[in-house]
């Protein structure tokens, strides 16, 4: 992969905003170089920029260098700065593979980046042959979602290396849901492949989605640049804190997997004995894609009774389904005795 011909010229020449931290190396005792206020509020200092507190700990857990990690706030931020960093407005093109996450496209609608749709196949798998057939010198970051949202379920492993190989641009697995899936994931891929970027995230088995921390691993190159885009604080120090804090506990984060994953199979036990669901897809993820009889109508009946999924009814292949989050124990109780009571009404 020629990375040069891959950024876009502006990013390339880019002169980074320089903090007034990063300027200076060794021991230092009065920091009187960032306008900062000295009175100790516990955050009255910018955070690390580059989070290296935490890049080490994780590093650590994933198998990864820390050099070969980026922090974003939320996968979001990683998706917003990948766009922003490879795909010149009215030039290039992201490819996309629906049904999936909506962010992908929003981010490329934002910067007036084209779309190029390339369906799954009715298995809920990546279309080699069509993705590899419409791509060209212009087709600069593949977004390959697995386990895909909202479909739940992972890429065969086959073709996500298939496309590493084929695809002239940037290949982004999102593995926002891989704590809950069988398999490994990409992150053994790195080695192999330059043009990989893995996205993971705080949001969902670690029970943080309020703090906004994503992750994404890369190639040095890669992430050199992502760290050249980013605004100098986007980890906020508030965030970094409750990470460490997370990653010294992390038996916490396997309890809830287990939990969610004994969930998901009770709720996939449940509803199979719906006669108005006619289908409930498989799940590496923490929900499950349902088939109903009549989703708009089951939609509103769950808000009337204060219960909110997510209605996917008129999204490509998703046709007459509904998204469920597993939820805790109570919770997805609550939604059985509703799903027991419409059935009998
Ligand atoms: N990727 C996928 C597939 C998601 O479903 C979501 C959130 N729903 C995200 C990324 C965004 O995650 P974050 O909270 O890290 O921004």
């Given at each position: 992969m020629d990375l040069q011909q891959l950024v876009r010229p502006n990013i390339l020449a880019l002169k980074p905003y320089s903090s007034a931290r990063s300027e200076f190396t060794g021991d230092a005792e009065?920091?009187?170089?960032?306008?900062?206020?000295?009175?100790?509020?516990?955050?009255n200092l910018y955070p690390d920029p580059l989070q290296w507190k935490v890049k080490k700990k994780l590093g650590k857990l994933k198998g990864?260098?820390?050099?070969?990690i980026f922090l974003g706030n939320g996968s979001d931020e990683v998706i917003d700065l990948l766009v922003r960093i490879f795909c010149n407005p009215g030039a290039d093109r992201i490819v996309i593979l629906p049904?999936?996450?909506?962010m992908y496209r929003v981010c490329a609608d934002i910067c007036g980046v084209e779309v190029a749709e390339i369906p799954l196949t009715p298995?809920?798998?990546?279309d080699v042959a069509a993705i590899l057939a419409d791509?060209?010198?212009?087709?600069?970051l593949l977004f390959l979602c697995s386990p895909n949202n909202p479909t739940g379920n992972v890429f065969d492993p086959a073709r996500i290396e298939a496309l590493l190989q084929g695809f002239p641009g940037i290949v982004v697995v999102?593995?926002?849901?891989?704590?809950?899936?069988a398999g490994p994931g990409c992150l053994a891929l790195l080695e192999d492949y330059d043009n990989l970027v893995v996205m993971q995230t705080f949001s969902k088995a670690w029970g943080l989605?309020?703090?906004?921390l994503g992750m994404a691993f890369a190639g040095r190159a890669i992430i050199d640049l992502m760290n050249k885009v980013k605004?100098?604080?986007?980890?906020?120090q508030l965030t970094q804190e409750a990470v460490l804090h997370a990653l010294d506990n992390q038996s916490q984060q396997q309890q809830w997997v287990t939990s969610l994953l004994g969930q998901r199979v009770l709720l996939q036990q449940f509803l199979s004995g719906?006669?108005?669901?006619?289908r409930i897809y498989p799940s590496d993820a923490n929900f499950l894609l349902v088939k109903v009889k009549d989703p708009k109508g089951l939609y509103l009946y769950l808000v009337n009774q204060k219960i909110i999924v997510r209605d996917r009814s008129n999204v490509l292949l998703c046709e007459g389904c509904l998204r469920i989050t597993v939820g805790a124990p109570e919770e997805n109780e609550r939604l059985v005795q509703a799903l027991v009571a419409y059935g009998n009404g």
């Open positions: 009065v920091f009187l170089d960032a306008n900062e206020n000295p009175f100790d509020t516990g955050l990864v260098a820390p050099d070969n049904p999936t996450y909506g298995q809920f798998q990546p791509a060209d010198e212009h087709s600069k999102d593995e926002a849901y891989i704590d809950f899936a989605a309020g703090i906004r605004p100098p604080y986007n980890v906020n719906l006669d108005f669901v006619t």
